[in-house]
């Protein structure tokens, strides 16, 4: 009789199918290490081919675990050694844009800088923007419903996504590539594969929506003192911007101290003493008009006094520069070695009360601990990082417990944008409550029932092995 | 025994509960007619009533139509004489508005304008805007998925909500009361309730997201010949309006001269003679930028000769004169009676093209027919609403048939922001694949196993007795 593998190679061909060592030479986590369990990855060219293998893993109750770009931060990815990994590395089109509509369809492998490029090219622009552009793919996007640097403006994934593409996991292929910005027909069942980290189906392709392509940009890093006054800085950006603010991102003292102190190739733009800093950005139609309303609108914070000092790019190298100490996330990454991170979602004005008192307890607990804080604010959304000297996994609990349960009386929310994965998801009842987890578990039960879609992650569930 | 209707008055005393000629004095459907033909209305006060009444109608397989505003064009709160009525008209509490997260919590019974109103004293806005804003419910918007004059700007009803609780078929509360921008924190349950009209559970409360109160508003109609250059229209707008763009409403000529022909106490602001009329709005945050920026995007339409003529307002009430002309539904409906209407997605550029197609094809059968053509055009959105003399049941589906079988070889959508209900769930299967429709009523049997929630709405299901 043939194995299942013997089957997946007969749908996916030599191209499509990786074993052994070429296996364990893979990553299944960023950064990338090596070390893959999976006793095979399959790399289908179709979603045809993904159909027909998830039929076949379904009849065996065959653990699947998908993979996209892997650079996510929360084990999403991780696969176990009686799991199969499927990759869609090699599901790369890119369907040419629709210019009116401002659609386009691409499948789930494309990297999410090739669809810049391509909406760029047509005279537009996909919004959707990370760090990790270079290697994140579209599918990735949908299943973690990334978020980035330009939700303020422009919302998360979940809403650059018109229509979905997915494999259940019987293999059927439910085909809603919806084109339009409305359709009210019936249940909107895309909603069902973003943000659910590909353990309810895997997103083979979508169609997204593309936006004007802004035709000014105009960039600032302004320092503050006083949290108080960040906070009514927001909105005085928001709402002297008139929609056209696109980041409003903050550093902590630390962060910044961090990045530019003692005498960093990235300079100093503005002395380092103040509470905080924030890289304000807006984007719009016309140079002149929106660089006048850009200017009323700081002129308006430092009326208020809600401005100590400004820095304003007067060109694209300095705009350049000033994002550069925001997207430091490599020197603060080996500044903090070996480095804890946190993504999480709270209120606006409790923000600076809880990263202190998360410092405060840390420090007690840990006396060594070195922590910046940083992030989203006008999405409500922070970032910390922090390194206690070990990364040992009763240590990474022990903090992990101390971060979330301070977060615990400020109402705050455990994963902003990164989602839950593994890493994450002994702390869900945190932030969901029992009820909601119930109705998770109904329709994972009702729409996976063998458990085989990326057992484990979010929560504890199927035949998977996932460590 | 204790009847049902009597635990029931149990649970809503005597306020809580409406039966016999009460009933059949109130209407479910819109414009209001009386005839309701539920054997109760029950008005519960608060989540914990509504989910008592539905356990006591799960434990009986009692069918249930939940009733917001009544302001819904597709029959999707019609009610049976064996159904109950859950109208959540007593639950209209509205909390304090979140200034600085800027959020509000709402009940489920609150009416739009109330909220409108509730923002703007607090500095801020609630941005979906409809006609029927005076009488329709945040929960029928919710579950509806409502649309409106500025989604072009701000999305859907499903971008303005955070959070939602909602009673699930056999009573359980499911608290999902997010009240941040990002929260990744497994399945975005929320989702499940938006747009699938009362078929999956009864949402009782929401968090919705507000937005920075607009501090300067312009508005202006212009004429346009050949739809080529409306679609460019578009586009020139939309870039240099930089993101301000908030309404892009197109009316064909044929609706233009309806409303503004003859003597029209609205007077006829540009003459009625050209193809396209367009009223053209973008709100943001300083009156003479934003002044400069507006008439700068007309000179450019302008220059490219895309616009024939254009009168822009100079004051709120020519600004309230032009949108008049857009918003008299009632002087259409009228001239129109009885009257048909059609609220239609699909590809921009396919548009002028369907409604000649539709025209010719409906003159062809009933040449007697008038119709006229308009909507959110920015949105891929038109309505067509139109008179054949007759809405019996065989000429109504006739039309149907007409309307949306011309619209299958433009790969258009039935419904963009009315949803199916009962009137349009027929005609489903063209705008939804049939692995679509199967994972829907996958999703609809493992949350209501009984079919006990507002049955035979979009698709027909379960027990109920509604016509």
């Known amino acids: 009789m043939?194995?299942?593998?013997?089957?997946?190679?007969?749908?996916?061909?030599?191209?499509?199918?990786?074993?052994?060592?070429?296996?364990?030479?893979?990553?299944?986590?960023?950064?990338?290490?090596?070390?893959?369990?999976?006793?095979?990855?399959?790399?289908?060219?179709?979603?045809?081919?993904?159909a027909a293998v998830l039929r076949l893993c379904h009849e065996r109750g065959q653990a699947v675990v998908t993979h996209g770009g892997l650079t996510g931060l929360v084990g999403g990815a991780r696969a176990g050694s009686e799991d199969i990994v499927i990759s869609l590395e090699r599901m790369r089109r890119l369907e040419p844009v629709d210019v009116v509509n401002r659609t386009v369809t691409v499948e789930a492998g494309v990297v999410l800088q090739t669809l810049h490029e391509a909406a760029e090219r047509a005279g537009l622009m996909f919004p959707l923007d990370l760090g990790a552009r270079g290697s994140c793919t579209i599918g990735g996007n949908i299943s973690t419903n990334a978020g980035g640097n330009s939700v303020i403006r422009y919302g998360m994934m979940r809403e650059q996504v018109l229509g979905i593409e997915a494999v259940m996991a019987d293999g059927t292929i439910v085909s809603s590539?919806?084109?339009?910005?409305?359709?009210?027909?019936?249940?909107?069942?895309?909603?069902?594969?973003?943000g659910s980290e590909g353990t309810l189906g895997i997103v083979t392709r979508a169609v997204l929506r593309l936006r004007p392509l802004p035709r000014s940009r105009n960039t600032a890093l302004v320092s503050i003192d006083g949290f108080a006054g960040l906070c009514r800085l927001l909105q005085v950006m928001d709402t002297g911007l008139g929609g056209t603010l696109s980041a409003f991102e903050v550093l902590w003292n630390d962060f910044y101290k961090m990045i530019v102190g003692d005498g960093s190739r990235l300079g100093l733009p503005l002395p380092a003493s103040h509470d905080f800093y924030v890289l304000i950005e807006a984007t719009g139609s016309h140079d002149d008009i929106d660089r006048a309303r850009f200017e009323r609108a700081l002129e308006e914070a430092f009326e208020e006094k809600l401005i100590v000092d400004a820095v304003i790019a007067q060109n694209q190298q300095q705009r350049a520069g000033l994002w550069a100490i925001r997207d430091d996330i490599e020197n603060m990454m080996s500044s903090l070695h070996p480095a804890i991170t946190f993504d999480i979602s709270l209120g606006i004005p409790h923000m600076d009360t809880y990263v202190t008192a998360v410092r405060e307890n840390l420090l007690q607990r840990?006396?060594?601990?070195?922590?910046?804080a940083f992030g989203h604010i006008g999405d409500g959304n922070i970032h910390l990082v922090l390194t206690v000297g070990s990364t040992a996994p009763e240590v990474l609990h022990a903090v992990d417990t101390l971060v979330y349960g301070t977060l615990q009386s400020f109402n705050g929310v455990i994963s902003a944008e990164h989602g839950i994965g593994l890493h994450k998801r002994s702390f869900l009842p945190l932030s969901r409550k029992e009820n909601e987890i119930k109705l998770m578990r109904s329709l994972k039960?009702?729409?996976?029932?063998?458990?085989?879609?990326?057992?484990?992650?979010?929560?504890a569930t199927g035949p998977g092995s996932t460590p």
């Open 2 to 50: 043939e194995t299942l593998l013997e089957k997946i190679h007969a749908v996916v061909g030599a191209a499509g199918l990786i074993t052994g060592a070429d296996v364990s030479a893979r990553s299944d986590s960023w950064p990338p290490t090596g070390g893959c369990q999976a006793k095979a990855i399959v790399r289908p060219s179709s979603t045809g081919e993904v």
């Open 177 to 194: 590539l919806n084109t339009v910005i409305k359709n009210n027909t019936g249940y909107d069942l895309k909603q069902l594969f973003i």
């Open 366 to 372: 840990w006396p060594e601990c070195r922590m910046v």
């Open 445 to 459: 039960q009702a729409l996976d029932p063998k458990g085989i879609l990326n057992p484990g992650k979010i929560f």
